[in-house]
């Protein structure tokens, strides 16, 4: 593989797990943690994030070598404002009721630190292509952790999955999951469809994450001692 | 020229055109979305009228009066001429962004609330907690609630002037 097809496969691979926005960089947690009450939800959000973070990315890319460097970051702003106000009116008008859902946190977009941070960082200095593909990392990076979030706390606050509540376009049935103690399906823990749940499920998935890496350091400095006690052993 | 000068208007000519750019985008998807737009609101409120009196003919009244939430008034009879009650479209704002709500009344009490606009900052807490839970006659309208607490004095404040208007028409 060519040095630069292996440069476009890390632009898009490196987000996604490695340097995930939310669990590794721990960026955009606002919206995570407000809009992640159903899966839907989340996907939608996912959905619409990634469109901002690609169309910017692509814009400023391809006007980086004209915007000054006095005033880049308000042009990086309105430049992602003018984005976050199109994806506002396509919702709107194409997919009424994720705008409902989503209220505030689709306009919050405009401040989100993962947009603004892809621009700073990468759009402002890479090609329009390599661009496009870190904002695809990025959104689909971001999509797939909010998914996560909003799965598990759907799960446990409603005992089930929706579909067809947000995407009208789709039939709407549940899928149950988690029955009552008293054997029926009305469970409901109206905890987890807080914020409150959002920052509980939040923090268990980055402890996992943090025990997974811990067990794999330890495994490698074991491993690096073992190394090391070879080495001396063969000197002498 | 002062070099200066010569950078000034290198600075405010790109600021111009990133800025036309941008304004030229957001025309655009308008001039495709604005109707949509238009006709979701008005298929939204027409959709909110049949779910309060799903076999009403509901029939706009003119405002007599201004009101400070209060937006239109629909007086709904049924296919034989009866009346059904009243239906008022309320339309209010607060530091957590706007509310507009339909809100029926029969017989001198509230009936059904349906949201038209929600952007308050937990929009969909609004509906969740209170709102269904009103609809569903597990809660009093004057009760607000918890994690929607602003969000519900407003539905409170716009329920009861719609209230206060149908006590004094009919009343």
Known sequence: MSERSLQHKESFITPILKQNPLFVSILGTCP????????????????????????????ISALRKLIPEEVRTPCYIVIIAAFVTITRMLTEAFLPELYSSLGVFLALLVVNCIVLGRAEAFAS?????????????????????????????????????????????????????????????????????????????????????AAIEGRKKAKEKIKLQAEMKAAVKGEK | MNPMVKKYIKVSITLGLIAGICALLIGMVNWLTVETIAKNKILKEQNGLKQIYEDGNPEEMKLEKEYQYIEK?????????????????????????????????????????????????????????????????????????????????????????ALEDYEGRVL
């Open chain 1, 32 to 59: 995570a943690l407000a809009v992640t009450k159903s899966l839907e939800a989340s996907f939608g959000m996912g959905l619409l994030f990634t469109f901002v973070v690609c169309c910017s990315n692509v814009l």
């Open chain 1, 125 to 209: 200095k890479n090609s329009v292509f390599d661009s496009l593909l870190d904002g695809l990392g990025n959104g689909v990076g971001y999509t797939w952790a909010i998914c996560l979030i909003g799965v598990i706390r759907e799960i446990l606050g409603t005992g089930m999955i929706t579909f067809g509540k947000i995407f009208t376009f789709i039939p709407l049935f549940r899928i149950p999951i988690l029955k009552a103690l008293d054997g029926s399906f009305n469970y409901s823990m109206s905890v987890f469809s807080l914020p409150t749940g959002g920052f509980i499920v939040f923090g268990l998935i980055l402890a996992v994450i």
């Open chain 2, 73 to 161: 008034i629909w007086y709904v009879k049924d296919s034989q001429g009866e009346e059904l009650g009243y239906v008022y479209k309320t339309s209010g704002k607060n530091a957590y962004g706007a509310i507009s709500m339909l809100v029926g009344v029969e017989d001198g009490n509230l009936g059904q609330f349906i949201l038209l606009e929600d952007t308050q900052t937990f929009a969909s807490t609004l509906e969740d907690n209170y709102v269904s839970v009103y609809n569903a006659g597990e809660r009093e309208y004057s009760d607000v609630s918890c994690g929607a607490t602003y969000g519900a004095k407003l539905i409170r404040d716009m329920a009861s002037e």
